[in-house]
Nanobody, 117 residues
Framework: QVQLVESGGGLVQAGGSLRLSCAAS????????MGWYRQAPGKQRELVAT???????NYADAVKGRYTISRDNARNTVYLQMNSLKPEDTAVYYC???????????WGQGTQVTVSS
């Protein structure tokens, strides 16, 4: 099993920044891709960004140029630096890790990000 614990959410004004962290523990050797998803009220969960153990990144169009995903493999931690935040970025942000063998998804408990206008 892999456990994911997020931190760093909160309330910020539009144009501000936040940094999310997600620490993985347990059988972390089974995972390669980690990432962040978000879910706004009344909407489906959507991809924000992913990163492989080798550092290859992928971003949703809505966050390109504003968000940066990074990873510290030694600490089994993934980060999401969010800049130029907009009210439409308000959502619960979930950390995700994918088990390489069968693409099973592990999820964190989520952290609330609220951007006020």
């Amino acid at each position: 099993q892999v456990q994911l614990v997020e931190s760093g959410g909160g309330l910020v004004q539009a144009g501000g920044s936040l940094r999310l962290s997600c620490a993985a523990s347990g059988r972390t050797f089974v995972i390669n891709v980690m990432g962040w998803y978000r879910q706004a009220p009344g909407k489906q969960r959507e991809l924000v960004a992913t990163i492989t153990a080798g550092g290859t990144t992928n971003y949703a169009d809505a966050v390109k140029g504003r968000y940066t995903i990074s990873r510290d493999n030694a600490r089994n931690t993934v980060y999401l630096q969010m800049n130029s935040l907009k009210p439409e970025d308000t959502a619960v942000y979930y950390c995700n890790a994918v088990r390489t063998l069968d693409r099973y998804d592990y999820w964190g408990q989520g952290t609330q990000v609220t951007v006020s206008s």
